[in-house]
């Protein structure tokens, strides 16, 4: 007999299918080992200044040259994928943990509930997301956690709005109907049956809004509100850059391209997802 194959086997190999998805994967990969690996792949103390080193272009001793203090670039470039990466997932986690239990409350219960839920998720979209991180940054404060916190709690309303339109999409389903008719608990539906299968597509969003929260990051610390200096972050250093863009070029072009492979990364491998949980793909 033949053997049936799984539908996260069949997922698997849809994506692994995608080069474009296995690409932005490499990619990610890379700047999580990065991260990982900072004190050992870091050639120098991010924030170690050398007075006769000023704003040297890239050399030998310098491969991505070093700042307006004599800080290297690379040094930094490598301890900001830190910040970078923490910011993606820590801020998608705290959105994560809000939106889904609300969107799941909101779609299950629905009556008045969904109705306040609703109109709250709908107030806080009206406001564009990072002009509602920036005030809730300036509000909390300058740092790194209120920047994540931020950044999280303004992205809680995509997450919220995408699981109440799956759940009430999947809570009508055969299968969610035979599950009351045996008489389950709602908390058993609501966790056990419909919760899984609303799961995918929050996984797309997911990864997509990593890459969203990367920009967020960086927009806050290039505004001062994320990560404090002499911490590096890619923002942060291309807000310093840019009074020395004429003289010294490479102090922005290094974190910039930094932010733009890592977005470009999370943004590809998102659309590889999408297309590889569809269970609508053949």
């Known amino acids: 007999m033949i053997k049936a194959d799984s539908p996260g086997r069949r997922?698997?190999?849809?994506?692994?299918?995608?080069?474009?998805a296995m690409f932005g994967l490499v990619i990610v990969v890379f700047f999580v080992v990065m991260a990982v690996f900072a004190p050992e792949i870091s050639p120098k103390d991010?924030?170690?200044?050398?007075?006769?080193?000023?704003?040297?272009?890239?050399?030998?001793?310098?491969?991505?040259?070093?700042?307006?203090?004599?800080?290297?670039?690379?040094?930094?470039?490598v301890w900001g994928a830190r910040a970078s990466l923490l910011a993606g997932v820590v801020s998608v986690s705290i959105s994560l943990m809000l939106g889904i239990p609300i969107g799941l409350l909101a779609a299950y219960?629905?009556?008045?509930?969904?109705?306040?839920?609703?109109?709250?998720?709908?107030?806080?979209l009206a406001v564009p997301f990072l002009i509602l991180a920036i005030a809730l940054a300036a509000f909390l404060g300058p740092s790194l956690t209120n920047a994540m916190i931020a950044i999280g709690v303004s992205a809680t309303p995509i997450f919220i709005r995408l699981t109440r339109a799956q759940v009430l999409a999947v809570k009508v389903e055969d299968f969610v109907e035979a599950a009351r008719a045996v008489g389950n608990p709602h908390w058993r539906i609501a966790l056990r049956h419909i919760l899984p299968n609303v799961l995918p597509p929050l996984i797309v969003q997911a990864t997509l809004a990593i890459a969203a929260a990367v920009i967020a990051e960086a927009s806050?610390?290039?505004?001062?509100?994320?990560?404090?200096?002499?911490?590096?972050?890619?923002?942060?250093?291309?807000n310093t850059a840019k009074n020395f863009v004429d003289q010294a070029p490479w102090m922005a072009i290094w974190p910039g391209l930094s932010i733009f492979l890592l977005v470009l990364s999370f943004n590809l491998l998102g659309d590889g997802l999408r297309d590889a949980l569809d269970p609508r793909h053949k």
């Open 11 to 20: 997922a698997l190999r849809r994506l692994i299918r995608r080069r474009a």
């Open 109 to 124: 219960v629905g009556g008045w509930t969904d109705g306040v839920i609703s109109r709250f998720t709908d107030a806080m």
């Open 220 to 238: 806050l610390s290039f505004l001062g509100l994320g990560q404090q200096p002499p911490a590096p972050s890619w923002g942060s250093m291309l």
């Open 46 to 77: 991010p924030i170690e200044t050398s007075w006769s080193a000023v704003r040297k272009a890239p050399s030998a001793e310098y491969p991505f040259g070093t700042d307006e203090i004599g800080r290297d670039v690379l040094s930094r470039v």
